[in-house]
């Protein structure tokens, strides 16, 4: 599976949009991006997957780049609650392939 | 999004003794799960993987005779810590695939379990 560059930090105040980028340069024509998040002491959490299309959620949206090298997790109104390690992992499809983590971007927001 | 649980959400056994952690899909039938082991500020790593009803597939490194699972059903996987020594303490996590979906399938994580051996 390809590998995955992220940030290691980033903050924001809290109602404002949060951005978190992820760079997946080598990326294959049929690996996903997946985003999930880990609030300390927590099993992580899905958040949102896609192909190469822009996806949508009550949680987040993604934004994918037209080439599929890089792709940005927009939380649209940070709360508190959001502050957690969020990690971007490319994979295929299918049962056993595997969710490999780096080691994620700490985003924290700020009263 | 479906649920994954893990039992028990913490425990402590004494050095020597072996433990063992249930994963549980509450509401997907899951043909794999994955379990994964995680320190302190570092990041989760896989330890196995594991299809009902066959052996597990071990990572690297990953001591086969020491973390038994078994995923006898479709909806658990147990991993069992045997012979437990301080340096197992660990946070450990199970995750299920849940298969059927059309666009790029979904694994859910349980909540993790504590592992303290003193």
Known sequence: DAKTTQPP???????????L????????????????RQIHSQGPQYIIHGLK???TNEMASLIITEDRK???LILPHATLRDTAVYYCIVKVAGA???LTFGKGIT???RP | GAVVSQHPSRVICKSGTSVKIECRSLDFQATTMFWYRQFPKQSLMLMATSNEGSKATY????EKDKFLINHASLTLSTLTVTSAHPEDSSFYICSAFQ?????GNTIYFGEGSWLTVV
């Open chain 2, 59 to 62: 990572e690297q490194g990953v």
């Open chain 2, 99 to 103: 298969p059927g979906q059309s666009t």
């Open chain 1, 107 to 109: 985003l924290s927001v």
């Open chain 1, 53 to 55: 299309n822009n996806e």
């Open chain 1, 70 to 72: 890089s792709s940005t």
């Open chain 1, 21 to 36: 980028p992820c760079n997946h340069s080598t990326i294959s024509g049929n690996e996903y991006v997946y985003w999930y």
């Open chain 1, 96 to 98: 056993n392939s595997k």
């Open chain 1, 9 to 19: 930090s980033m903050d924001c105040a809290e109602g404002r949009a949060a951005n």
